[in-house]
């Protein structure tokens, strides 16, 4: 079948792998239209890595189908050999061949035509390696062999890239910055492409769409903006960010008191997972972000400071507050209070993120 030009470069449909007698992926359903970024991102062993490999080749099926630009890839009396589906696969350990140069690693999977080699160069500008082009691995860095794993997966120009925690052996520092650089290089050359991480910076930078996982479903496909501000479930607001679940009880139709104080939403206070309206007087769990808490000398509430990391421009106060319950708070680093001090607080939320009071 040809793909028209709306139709996914991606699409799982049900797509379920069973590892000895559990379900390690569970009747998941993703597409990825031309050109996109999408990241897989959740905690270890939800699943994340074996979609990725049923979508290559490297896992069977037990059920549903893939396909990869309208055609069926893997499914039920289908499986196509991962070096048939045409894609690129950037791995975890970069997988370089030591006794080729950087040049020649990039051209490995070509057919070595002038348009190959004309190919070849221009990525090796892209990644900035054009000057290293006769160098071999153990001579670069960490993340210059990265660019160069990227660039010998482009350069057979893939109809879907892959990638597994492809930042992982970087440090912590370097991740979010070439994450930035790989996301424009994607684009520059209208790649589409999935890729696994548990770094949720890491994917906040890169990805266009992030799925986040759990139990080998996915909880909530996003930007990271409404992953991040309108999660549609408490596993999501938990995972994705920092904050704390406290207590509160709804007041009025557009109000609600936890201990810090009162909270007033713009709009009558709703469910988020499914949008019901919160009765007055019924107890729900707020969540808080740590810049939903700011320090205020003048407010009567207070929190004793339990814990601080420095971030350098700001510290990451941990709270507690009468009741022991712990909130967290961003502050900016100035105001460098000890251990054991009470500090005021008082809030300042722009989202009003509710869920049904937990048992």
Do not use: W
């Not at 996915?218 to 938990?238: C, E, G, K, M």
């Amino acid at each position: 079948m040809n793909p028209t030009t709306s139709s996914p470069v991606l699409s799982l449909d049900q797509v379920s792998h069973i590892y000895g007698e559990r379900a390690t992926v569970d009747g998941l359903s993703l597409a990825l239209p031309a050109g996109r970024i999408c990241c897989l991102l959740g905690p270890s062993g939800c699943g994340k890595t074996t979609v990725l490999r049923c979508i290559g080749g490297f896992e069977p099926l037990a059920g549903g189908d893939i396909r990869i630009a309208g055609e069926v890839v893997s499914g039920p009396g289908r499986h196509m050999p991962p070096e048939q589906r045409r894609i690129g696969m950037v791995f975890q350990d970069y997988a370089l061949f030591p006794h080729l140069d950087v040049q020649r690693n990039v051209a490995f999977g070509t057919r070595g035509s002038a348009d190959d080699r004309a190919r070849v160069d221009r990525l090796l500008d892209m990644v900035g390696l054009r000057t290293k082009a006769h160098r071999y691995p153990h001579e670069l860095s960490g993340g210059q062999q990265q660019r160069v794993a990227l660039a010998r997966a482009l350069a057979p120009q893939p109809r879907l890239l892959l990638m597994d925690e492809p930042f992982s052996n970087l440090d912590v520092e370097l991740r979010e910055q070439l994450a930035a650089e790989v996301r424009e290089i994607l684009k520059a050359t209208h790649t589409t492409a999935v890729f696994v991480t548990h770094d949720q910076n890491e994917a906040f930078a890169m990805a266009d769409e992030i799925a986040v996982m759990a139990e080998g479903r996915i909880q909530q496909i996003d930007s990271a903006y409404n992953l991040y501000h309108r999660p549609t479930s408490r596993f999501v607001a938990d995972f994705i960010g920092q904050g704390v679940f406290v207590r509160g009880t709804v007041v009025a139709d557009r109000q609600l008191a936890i201990e810090i104080g009162a909270v007033s939403a713009t709009d009558t206070i709703r469910y988020a997972p499914d949008g019901s309206e919160c009765r007055i007087g019924s107890e729900i769990d707020v969540l808080l972000r740590p810049d939903d808490v700011v320090h205020d000398d003048t407010s009567p509430a207070q929190g004793i400071v339990r814990h601080k990391a420095f971030r350098g421009a700001q510290i990451l106060y941990t709270l507690e507050l009468a009741s022991g319950t712990r909130v967290l708070s961003m502050v900016p680093s100035h105001h460098n209070h000890r251990i054991g001090e009470a500090i005021g607080i008082r809030l300042d939320m722009d989202h009003l993120i509710a869920f049904p009071a937990a048992a």
